[in-house]
């Protein structure tokens, strides 16, 4: 059914009011606040009855999000919302997709599993697939992803002369690859071993035949920088160019950005699934095609 009303949590305003305006559907931003105790206060002064409704929550820092959430789905429930959607450009959890060491929790089963005992059906944007092919392995729910490298590829070439696409692990091939074919540039998918939350290293090929391009490192997201950083610092070794940096989602933990730019790359850029001061890729048109394609 037709989506009549989005409801933003805190930090989705503005994602809120673009995809409003996309389906031309009323906003509605509710009272949410912590109570002394650290609970969570929800209230939303407006007739829901038989309404079709959304909410807008993009799902980086997911823990404290994921009680607004389970509180606002149930109020909007119970005061008579027909169907209630969650718009989440990003969506958290999916590179927890398998225990690596004996007793780890597969978190991304268990997040997907809760959200949909909750919701009608969910939209994201790249959400990072690898050992999980689907979002139909995580959610109960119809899902919709929408994919945006046809936006990067236009943001490359408009902002980069003749780039080289770094890929800096396996798990960005996807992206790389079909955001080189769309911008038409070459593309290396680098190797990458992770040692730790903080230790990872990265491989690079002899690099000589791309001494005149500029780099270009793609991923799907940028949390502590490392990944980036270790390719960075590759790439300096190798005496290329200055490199630019294109991630989807700015997740960008404490002290991410800044230990990016010692590396003084030409952009450091990201799409706004996660609000921040990077982003220069709206995906707002993007997420509304997809919230059109599952909820009419
Ligand atoms: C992992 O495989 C992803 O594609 C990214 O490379 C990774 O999540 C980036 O994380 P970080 O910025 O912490 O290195």
Known sequence: MTVQA???????????????QQLNVQLLVPEVRAFPDGETYFRLDADLRALSTAIVCTLDRPDTKLMRLLVA???????????????????????????FHPGEAVSARAFGAVLSQHFDWIVTVDPHLHRIRSLSEVFRMPSRAVHCADLIAEWIASNVRE??????????????????????????????????DRDVVISLPDMQRWHEHT??????????????????????????????CVGVHAIFAAGAIESLRTFRPTHIVTTNTITHSTNAIDVSRLVADGIRSIAG
Do not use: F
């Not at 789905?73 to 398998?98: E, F, I, K, W």
């Open 163 to 196: 780039p080289i696409l770094i890929g800096p692990d396996s798990e960005s091939m996807q992206w790389v690859r079909e955001v080189a074919a769309k911008a038409g540039a070459p593309y290396l998918v680098l190797q990458k071993v992770r040692r730790g």
């Open 73 to 99: 789905v149930d109020n909007l429930r119970h005061r008579g919302a027909s169907c209630v959607g969650l718009v989440a450009p990003y969506l958290a959890y999916m590179r927890q997709d398998t225990s």
């Open 215 to 244: 780099p270009v490192l793609v991923d799907d997201i940028i949390s502590t920088g490392l990944t980036m950083n270790a390719t960075l610092r590759q790439l300096q070794s190798a005496k290329m160019r200055p490199a630019a």
């Open 6 to 20: 989005l409801i933003s949590l805190p930090g989705n305003e503005s994602t809120g009011a673009a995809l409003a």
